[in-house]
């Protein structure tokens, strides 16, 4: 039995994760520009432009737009970059990665929920929350391949290793900060995250 489940996984091939998950990274990071609605009409008095206050009205919706969009690609990058340490996928490692999607997929509706009632600091958690467990996700899956055992290529030595999983937590670990801020009362607590984005890229070739 434990023969078949391993030939089904090799005929599987951890290239068909890998294509699955370029494509929905991709249509969540396309998905949240349609977060971003604009009103059909603006009424303007005194002869003022429309734009300025519609812009002025939207920015909650491009700050959290961008934000989600930039993670997502720093999420991107670090998955690429370790995921090509793996030789091969077993069941967990499957599942854990399938779980990583799930939360991906679910970014355009927290990202939607945080801009359409900012303020709320409970919109924000769940924003931030999701955000922190794709991290965990990732991290749960670089950590069982390691202690699996034929999962990883043999040049994954110590050093690589913690600056893969220095990569992965950043994001994750603002996030808890971001949420305690939330919790605090700080409307714009997820600009702790942009913060958080440069260092993630830099511990990889740190």
Same mark, same amino acid.
């Given at each position: ?24 990274? =991709? ?6 520009? !349609?977060?971003?609605? #604009?009103? $059909?009409?603006?009424? %303007?008095?005194? &002869? ?10 939207l920015l909650p919706d491009f700050f959290h737009y ?25 069941r967990t490692a499957l599942w854990l990665g399938i ?14 929920? =945080? ?6 600091? !409970?919109?924000?958690? #769940?924003? $931030?929350?999701?955000? %922190?467990?794709? &991290? ?71």
């Amino acid at each position: 039995m434990e023969g078949a489940e391993e030939n089904a996984m090799e005929r599987l091939g951890k290239r068909r994760l890998e294509n699955i998950t370029d494509a929905i990274f =991709a249509f969540a990071m396309t998905l949240l520009v !349609l977060n971003i609605e #604009v009103p $059909e009409q603006v009424s %303007a008095t005194g &002869g003022e432009n429309p734009v300025f206050p519609l812009l002025a009205s939207l920015l909650p919706d491009f700050f959290h737009y961008f934000t989600a969009f930039l993670v997502l690609a720093a999420f991107w990058f670090v998955h690429h970059c370790y995921y090509e340490r793996f030789v091969k996928l077993d069941r967990t490692a499957l599942w854990l990665g399938i779980g990583a999607l799930l939360m991906i997929a679910l970014i355009p509706f927290t990202t939607n929920l =945080a801009d359409t009632y900012i303020g709320y600091g !409970l919109s924000a958690v #769940v924003f $931030e929350l999701n955000i %922190a467990v794709i &991290g965990l996700f990732f991290y749960l899956q670089w950590v069982y391949a390691e202690s699996r055992g034929g999962l990883l290529k043999g040049n994954v030595g110590p050093k690589v290793s913690a600056q893969i999983v220095r990569s992965i937590l950043v994001i994750p670990l603002a996030s808890v900060i971001a949420i305690a801020l939330s919790l605090m009362g700080f409307t714009w607590s997820a600009l702790v995250l942009f913060v958080a984005l440069p260092i993630s890229v830099l511990f990889f070739y740190g």
